[in-house]
């Protein structure tokens, strides 16, 4: 197997965050859901939680003794995802490429009034029409990259980013909870109401966080969402 290249650093990578957790820095945004994935098909014994963010990974440890058998493992896949596809062993194909061929066969369906007060700016933004917004908006399968800010507010990435926009010059004092929003390639809803400066397209009346629901969370990381547009159902 050939081996990774020669700039592969994982003690640049692989940080210690107290006694307790590693903190890794994957080289780039689109190996965060590839590590994510593969440490939760093959978890390595002594991880306690594994929390991802835009472009880190926390990697929790239910004690310090797992500590460097935890850290091997990590560094372990970061070396597999450095290499061409055909010299991967066996293993780290497994774990880097089941969650890219998983099926979402059950996303969570969000049915959306496509009524935001930034659609027409998207649009103008991505040089396409309002109605092809929606269609994007609708016609993609997202998956939940990371959830953060605020309870229940998920990350949800496209597989071609094809939606991507700033986030807006000036933030809003209030933004009501189930808005659609979208914002530096990332689509969400709001779970709450709360200050906010993401492209707002759409309402949903789903909820995306209830304390009395198990799980509260809606969306999870890792999940799938296809939104739907209420309007076209008539």
């Known amino acids: 197997m050939r081996s ?99 099926s979402p066969d059950d996303p969570v369906v969000v049915p959306v009034r496509y009524d935001g007060a930034d659609l027409a700016e998207v649009a103008r933004l991505l040089g396409i029409s309002q109605a092809q917004v929606v269609a994007e908006h609708t016609g993609t399968v997202w998956r939940c990259a990371f959830v953060g800010f605020a309870p229940g507010f998920g990350y949800l990435e496209s597989p071609d980013a094809r939606l991507t926009v700033p986030r807006r010059s000036q933030a809003r004092t209030t933004i009501p909870a189930g808005a659609v929003a979208l914002a530096g390639g990332y689509s969400a809803v709001y779970p709450r109401s709360t200050p906010g400066g993401w492209h707002l397209i759409g309402t949903t009346d789903l909820r995306m966080w209830d304390v009395d629901r198990d799980p509260p969370a809606l969306i999870r990381a890792g999940g799938f969402v296809r939104f739907v547009d209420e309007g076209s159902s008539g």
């Open 4 to 102: 990774a290249p020669d700039d592969f650093d994982p003690d640049r990578l692989i940080r210690p965050a107290g006694d307790r957790a590693w903190l890794v820095l994957p080289s780039h945004r689109g190996e965060v859901t590839k590590l994510v994935a593969a440490l939760r098909i093959g978890t390595p014994s002594g991880v306690e939680d594994v929390l991802p963010a835009a472009e880190t990974v926390l990697v929790t440890l239910v004690s310090p003794a797992y500590a460097e058998s935890v850290r091997r493992a990590i560094e372990k896949i970061l070396r597999g995802m450095q290499q061409p596809a055909a010299d991967q062993d066996s293993d780290i194909v497994s774990r880097g490429t089941l969650p890219d061929n998983d």
